[in-house]
């Protein structure tokens, strides 16, 4: 890093902008040589596989024509369809690659997960497994708890009764007597 500093230092901006004109200029005749040679491809492969076109001047002659050309096109579409395939098994393996990349390396993407609709009991069968049988009856499980009534809390009589005895100077005097 030093190094670098020191030498920007040294070299004047006139320097520096001559270096870097000259270096473009290379790089946009390297572009225009690359452009050529490719046309130049471009040309030797079309005159390989693309021969001349003549028309012929009778109907026979046409008509071979026509059977050798949809005869070229069958060819070519059959080699296109084997190109598809193979992309499609490659692009098929690269994904199964990738998928066994994020396995070692341990960090996981998580699916998106699609909402389903499913019942209790198909839910607990999934998870257990065919083998058992799963019933949602939940109230099975449950304790059975008795409620016992005590003996102070059994209502003895009409309590409308035991209210209207209590009520008034009667029902007083009949309570103070009681406890006495």
């Excluded at 030093?2 to 320097?15: A, N, W």
């Excluded at 098994?89 to 690659?97: H, M, R």
Aim: hydrophobic share 35%.
């Amino acid at each position: 890093m030093m190094r670098l500093h020191h030498f920007r230092k040294k070299m004047s901006s006139g320097r520096r902008n001559q270096l870097k004109t000259l270096l473009l200029q290379i790089g946009v005749a390297m572009l225009e040589e690359e452009a050529r040679e490719a046309e130049q491809q471009k040309m030797k492969h079309m005159e390989e596989n693309c021969p001349g076109f003549f028309l012929p001047g009778c109907m026979q002659e046409l008509q071979d024509l026509c059977r050798k050309l949809h005869k070229q096109i069958d060819l070519v579409d059959e080699e296109r369809y084997d190109m598809e395939a193979k992309v499609t098994k490659s692009n098929k393996e690269i994904d199964d690659l990738k998928l066994k990349v994020q396995d070692l390396k341990g960090k996981f993407k998580k699916p998106a997960l699609k909402r389903v609709r499913m019942s209790a009991d198909a839910m607990l069968a999934a998870l257990l497994g065919s083998k058992h049988k799963v019933s949602m009856d939940l109230r099975a499980n449950l304790k059975q708890v008795k409620k016992e009534v005590k003996d102070e809390e059994k209502p003895t009589g009409d309590w409308r009764k035991s209210i209207e005895d209590k009520a008034g100077m009667d029902g007083r005097k009949k309570m103070f007597e009681a406890e006495a």
